[in-house]
């Protein structure tokens, strides 16, 4: 239950509103859009936002889910781990792979996955620490915008990450990310 009052649509202006329930319906978002409420400028602003990104797919959706995942995983949001977690799977990770996330040890994984782990990790623990060769190994497979885009997307998942925890938003995902994290190979590599 979150730390606020969740609020309805039936709260805000038609316009916010209509975002509200939009939002929610763009994936389990219910909860979190009935606390962004309370401050109807990052509702209206942040998550027409995500649905326009997520809309033009200028990055392959499977990187954007990864970051995501990764990121959440990094930062132990429940919310975040078990709302990304079953977009993977759909598209093409299987749930061992997903699982073991960060560890990037898995046969579901290419080259390309790995960049993503790999950045979404140095974004994370060390953003201002990362060496060009990141960046000149991220040019092989993204152009510049998709970079902007998948470090805007990682930046973001942080701040839901926080977000989310701070304030308990979580709709019962804290069990599911504590029943996933209790996969033996995830206690094995340390990443519980």
Known sequence: MPRVTALPPTALLPAAAEIYQRFAAYGPFADQAAVLAHVPAALVHLCPMLMELKSSRAVPW???ELAIVVVSKLNACAYCVASH???LEVEGMSAAAVAL???ADHP???AVDRLVIEYATLVTQSAGRI???VFERLRLHFNEAQIVELTLRIALAGFFNRFNEALQIDDGAAAAFHQLNSHPAITETGND
Request: zero cysteines; glycine letters at 0%.
């Open 131 to 133: 060496r060009d060769n």
């Open 62 to 64: 499977r990187y954007i």
């Open 85 to 87: 977690s079953p977009v």
């Open 101 to 103: 996330l960060p560890n």
């Open 108 to 110: 579901d994984l290419d």
